[in-house]
């Protein structure tokens, strides 16, 4: 079989490597699209300017060809934007409509713009929409399911351009006027024809040719499956397809011919590759590899992989761009692939076909974290033990996996947390999810997946009940809220955790959602009430004996103080954490301690002893051999010598803090490694 490249929406891609790229027909369409963007709109005709940019619609089946003419539309016009053009698809394969806050983020992150963890929808969309703000960029939004989610995203900028694709009109869009494709032409459809079953046969039976075109309406998505199919049967004539076709339209069934073509391709498949195809409607995203269509079928991942290339080659799947294998199931037929799996496959065989998927997700996202971990020798034990096709070669090789993989991925969660009946298998894959995400990618540049995984997590906790995994969600939840600087948001989560911790009755939830509420209050400002949550989350630190956590948490206090102005109550308790981290023998905590009982003293107008308590904090800090803390201590020594009159000895402390800085690791590498070790996030699931 040759190969061949089949547009997601079954557009008119040759197999012929030459004709690979080559556009068939809809001249009178593209013709009207640009006479379009020239047209005067409502706006120009009643003389004020257009406050938003001009939407061409390309409506048609899917299918059509209607994504390919969009794309050559933009590749003709891409030279009138110098801004760039930028690309999104509005809906999943299988129809659910992408939100607008996700799309909304993908264009924002292709603008090489930020976009904050857990933003809502309406200020992401605003966001983008600022961005474009005098820019001349060109939007291609893909497969639109509705109006809403085309005006959410449309630039306040006359001039830029938007391409949209969709089905059908979209009611609710001012000034939009949709160009309707029907089937291709006869001279494009047979050139779409042979460029799969080579030009001989065409040229022998011209008249059984246009007769299959005909059958087949001139739909490109058809023509395709159908020249695979003949490309798959050298001896076969062009006509015996068309009379099977025709036969089964003159049936008086009212299948398209999208459907009856596709029937007669399914029904003349080997029995594992025609059940393979079927389930690979369960694939999330439409995006499936080996791995996945191997625990979908339960056979092994070279048969499946070997079974993908075949139904690539027929024309039924596509092949992703991609360093690794990967496929995608066009979006023209997946309602088909699902009506025939429901039809043909027991309820309980798909249960456990999805079952299956998942599972196998879980243990490449355990192989994917375990080697990161080449220092343990638990992870080293457990890689050992997995299957040779489960690991990987490299921890780089892994990263590229869970890139390349992490669409695919994060809709499987979604998916396995809407089914609803295996919550079990759910909680352990986003458990795995987060701990990989963390070791690649890192918490903080994985924000806003980890926000959705945690969101799903609380999903599961409430509908079975699970207060302690509802407690460890809300925290992490609140955690991201926090960091982008959604407080008062992060405080009702803080809260709502520790309800959840007191009823399950989980004594690290409970202390924890105590000093986060202190934290959020002391963002906001509020010190006494934060000082009071310290105080309640010290005591149940001493209560179960937990010095060194004390500790920390009386240095909090002694802050609250500071910011308080209660200087007395303040030192205080910095004095308390102090002994505290002596007791625990921690030499850099109480070197920090020190520094910050001298910040206070200096606070309360005591100079002298100010200089005291830092001249401790300096010899505390050479103790602990912590360069990037002893200059920090230096410096503020430096301070306050220069307010105590001795600028000499102020310059001698601040050379020498400049000194060991300029010993650091560089800024952007250590910027990394604490980002890493300051930001725990807690899985929902013990499960590794």
């Keep these: 079989m040759t190969d061949q490249v089949v547009d997601p929406d079954g557009a008119e891609l040759s197999a012929h490597p030459a004709a690979k790229h080559r ?5 009178r369409e593209l013709k009207e699209l640009r006479a379009d963007i020239e047209r005067a709109g409502l706006d120009t005709l009643s003389g004020r300017k257009a406050p938003r940019a001009r939407v061409l619609l390309i409506a048609g089946r899917p299918g059509s060809g209607r994504t390919r003419l969009a794309e050559e539309l933009v590749r003709q016009l891409a030279d009138r934007y110098p801004d760039g053009v930028l690309r999104a698809r509005l809906s999943e394969p299988g129809g659910t409509p992408v939100p607008v806050g996700q799309t909304a983020r993908d264009l924002l992150a292709a603008l090489g713009l930020p976009a904050p963890a857990g933003a809502a929808e309406e200020d992401l969309a605003a966001a983008l929409r600022a961005a474009l703000a005098g820019r001349r960029t060109l939007l291609l939004l893909d497969d639109a399911a509705g109006a809403e989610q085309v005006d959410a995203l449309l630039p306040d900028a006359p001039d830029c351009l938007v391409v949209a694709v969709s089905q059908g009109p979209l009611t609710g869009i001012a000034d939009v006027r ?13 050139e779409l024809l042979t460029g799969h079953t080579g030009s001989v046969r065409v040229t022998v039976d011209p008249r059984s040719a246009e007769s299959l075109v005909e059958v087949c309406q001139g739909h490109p998505a058809a023509l395709v499956l159908a020249g695979g199919w003949l490309a798959a049967r050298p001896q076969a004539a062009v006509s015996d397809l068309a009379k ?10 009212d299948a398209t011919p999208l459907s009856r073509v596709f029937r007669l391709v399914h029904e003349q498949l080997p029995a594992p590759a025609a059940r393979l195809l079927r389930l690979l409607c369960l694939a999330p995203a439409g995006l499936a590899d080996p791995h996945t269509a191997s625990a979908l079928a339960g056979c092994s991942v070279d048969a499946a992989r070997t079974t993908l290339d075949d139904l690539v080659a027929l024309g039924l799947l596509r092949a992703v761009s991609s360093p690794l294998p990967q496929y995608e199931v066009p979006g023209c037929l997946h309602p088909l692939l699902r009506a025939l799996a429901e039809s043909q496959e027991r309820p309980a065989e798909l249960q456990l076909a999805r079952a299956r998927m998942l599972e196998r997700t879980v243990r490449l996202l355990q192989s994917c974290r375990a080697i990161t971990e080449t220092d343990s020798p638990q992870a080293r034990e457990k890689l050992s033990g997995m299957p040779p096709a489960l690991r990987f070669p490299t921890p780089r090789a892994a990263a590229d996996w869970l890139r390349i993989r992490r669409p695919a991925l994060l809709a499987a969660a979604r998916l396995a947390v809407a089914d609803g009946e295996l919550d079990t298998l759910a909680r352990r894959l986003m458990s795995q999810l987060v701990r990989a995400l963390a070791a690649h990618v890192g918490t903080q540049a994985a924000a806003a997946d980890l926000y959705g995984v945690h969101g799903l997590v609380l999903d599961v906790a409430e509908r079975r009940g699970l207060p302690r995994e509802k407690a460890a969600a809300l925290l992490n939840l609140g955690d991201l809220d926090a960091q982008t600087g959604r407080t008062r948001e992060a405080l009702a989560r803080y809260r709502a955790a520790l309800d959840a911790g007191r ?17 959020a209050y002391q963002e906001l400002g509020d010190h006494d009430r934060a000082a009071d949550w310290f105080g309640r989350a010290l005591a149940d630190r001493l209560a179960r004996g937990e010095h060194p956590e004390a500790a920390r948490l009386y240095g909090r206090i002694g802050t609250a103080h500071t910011y308080a102005g209660r200087y007395g109550e303040a030192l205080r308790n910095w004095r308390a ?50 360069a990037r803390l002893q200059a920090a201590v230096q410096l503020r020594l430096a301070d306050t010598l220069d307010r105590l009159g001795d600028p000499t000895a102020a310059r001698l402390h601040r050379a020498a803090a400049e000194r060991m800085l300029g010993e650091e690791p560089p800024e952007g590498q250590k910027g990394q490694d604490q980002a890493v070790n300051a930001c725990e996030i807690r899985t929902a699931s013990s499960e590794d």
């Design 178 to 190: 949709p160009c309707t494709l029907g089937g291709l032409d006869t001279k494009s459809a047979l």
């Design 23 to 27: 556009f068939l027909g809809r001249a």
């Design 577 to 626: 954490a102090l002994a505290g981290y002596r007791r625990s023998g921690d030499v850099a905590a109480s070197a920090r301690a020190l520094s910050e009982i001298a910040r206070v003293q200096e606070y309360a107008g005591r100079p002298a002893e100010s200089l005291r308590t830092c001249q401790e904090a300096v010899e505390w800090a050479r103790r602990a051999e912590d």
């Design 244 to 253: 099977r076709l025709h036969t089964d339209s003159e049936s008086g069934t």
């Design 503 to 519: 009823e399950a009755n989980d004594p690290y939830a409970t202390g924890r959602a105590m000093e986060s509420v202190g934290g």
